[in-house]
């Protein structure tokens, strides 16, 4: 169970779709359990514990490194923070028009190595080529190293992975400061039970304390 949640909650924005096929997984190992337990084995003697023990460490842990790596796909492995810095800074009407071409480069092929160098062969009439990347292009003094707008668009990646996993810890907080792991009426039985207990206890002692003085009375 604790691999499957590391699975779902460090790649789900890979694939949006595993809890939905971790829920139907654990709804039918549940059924599937219950029919084992009621049916084929002998049924378990219960034993109360205050908790989970480590296993809620270890699932505290998945859930906060979750956040940091889905923000890290979500920065750089998809276009998001490119199209949204498109959209604020570059384009003139917020749109995407343009986009392909804002995220390309130019390469002059007869800088090719010699023996990459494709003009040698014939009826080659294409002096440039355009790539993936942002580099400047070949008439720059600095050709082919990397254009500022490359390390405006790092710094977003990270502001953003940094927006990101402090607002999720913030809402992660906030949602368990305002739901308790017990709750109130659950605490209030707990206490009731705990008073009963006690009296049943004291009463008890009391009764065999007086059995006790009775017996050592001459």
């Not at 654990?26 to 049924?43: G, H, P, V, Y």
């Not at 190293?145 to 990101?164: D, G, M, N, P």
């Not at 809402?171 to 792991?181: Q, V, Y």
Request: glycine share 4%; charged share 20%; aromatic share 14%.
């Amino acid at each position: 169970m604790v691999l499957q949640f590391g699975f779902v909650t460090i790649f789900v924005v890979a694939f949006p779709l595993a809890p939905l096929f971790a829920l139907l997984n654990n709804i039918t190992e549940i059924r599937l359990d219950a029919r084992k337990f009621i049916t084929f084995l002998r049924r378990p003697v219960a034993e109360r514990v205050k908790n989970i023990g480590i296993w809620y460490r270890i699932l505290n842990s998945v859930g906060k490194i979750s956040v940091i790596t889905n923000a890290l796909i979500i920065a750089f492995t998809s276009s998001f923070i490119e199209e949204t810095f498109y959209k604020v800074f570059i384009s003139p009407d917020g749109s995407l028009n343009g986009f392909l071409n804002f995220t390309l480069s130019d390469f002059n092929i007869s800088d090719f190595p010699g023996d990459l160098n494709i003009l040698s062969e014939p009826d080659t009439s294409v002096e440039y080529c355009k790539y993936q990347d942002y580099r400047e292009p070949p008439t720059a003094s600095n050709k082919y190293e990397y254009k500022t707008l490359y390390w405006q668009l790092a710094t977003a990646r990270l502001v953003f992975v940094s927006i990101f996993v402090c607002l999720v810890f913030i809402m992660t907080t906030l949602i368990c400061w305002l739901i308790p792991d017990i709750p109130k009426s659950v605490k209030l039985q707990i206490r009731h039970e705990n008073h009963i207990v006690n009296d049943v206890i004291i009463e008890e002692e009391l009764k065999r304390a007086k059995y006790l003085g009775r017996r050592e009375t001459p």
